[in-house]
């Protein structure tokens, strides 16, 4: 696919009229973007400029492909692959996401001393001490609310954005970490210490396009999105992967 050409209704009339066969049009359709406009009156246009039948037919299934629709990769309002994109400069790029990989769990060997009284805590770890992905301010996010399986919320049940929820991780040597979940032989404990989670407010700007913004500014340090139904099933699993949802959008606030 030529990804610089965009073939308009302009363009097939010109190609009409030079005298190109219909097999040739339509096969460049087919192998090309496409912005047409296929309202009634664009129609009638075509079929007065002498486009066949032919090739308005494979005008309208390429219109309605959306893997021949061109859109501005950095236009907002447009479709884009589902997940949480940011503006860099005027670039609209994803947040990309880490796996959490396993839990890990503290205090079990004071609990043994204790015989069971004292807690042990069980976190969730992502490798790492800071993530990739660095901003030096981020005042506002884009959720495209788009499961497909080639997309980076597939597999995720999305009304939202309230479907995730923000944490604030801690940072050792070498991992970030969220407890999410302590006990002792007398109870526990399971979900996220209000203290690390991060307060986020949205619109929905267009249909499945959400703008995510803070009203107070994120302060400096690790902070990840993570699914809130898969986290809680990731927990409830006793902290196995569950076929590859776990997934943390992480990145860090200097």
Do not use: C, W
């Amino acid at each position: 696919m030529v990804a610089q050409e965009i073939l308009t209704n302009s363009t097939i009339i010109d190609l009409v009229k030079v005298g190109l066969d219909d097999e040739i049009i339509t096969a460049k359709i087919k192998s090309s973007y496409n912005q047409f406009s296929t309202d009634t009156d664009s129609l009638l246009k075509l079929k007065a400029s002498g486009v066949s039948n032919l090739v308005i037919s494979s005008m309208l299934a390429a219109a309605s492909n959306p893997n021949l629709v061109y859109s501005d990769p950095n236009d907002i309002l447009a479709p884009h692959s589902g997940g949480i994109y940011y503006l860099e400069g005027e670039k609209l790029k994803k947040l990309e996401y880490t796996a959490y990989t396993g839990g890990k769990s503290s205090g079990r060997l004071l609990q043994n001393m204790t015989y069971g009284l004292t807690q042990t805590k069980n976190k969730l770890v992502l490798g790492g001490a800071n993530s990739r992905q660095h901003f030096s301010g981020l005042s506002e996010l884009y959720f495209y609310a788009e499961t497909s399986d080639q997309s980076s919320f597939s597999g995720y049940d999305i009304a939202s954005p309230n479907s995730f929820v923000l944490v604030k991780l801690d940072k050792t040597s070498n991992t970030r970490e969220l407890e999410i979940g302590s006990a002792n032989i007398i109870a526990s404990n399971v979900g996220i210490n209000g203290d690390q989670t991060v307060q986020f407010d949205f619109d929905e700007i267009a249909a499945g396009i959400y703008r995510v913004y803070f009203s107070e500014a994120l302060a400096p340090g690790e902070y990840a999105f993570l699914h809130a139904a898969y986290l809680s099933v990731y927990v409830s699993s006793g902290m196995s992967s569950v076929g590859g949802q776990n997934r943390a959008f992480d990145f860090s606030i200097e």
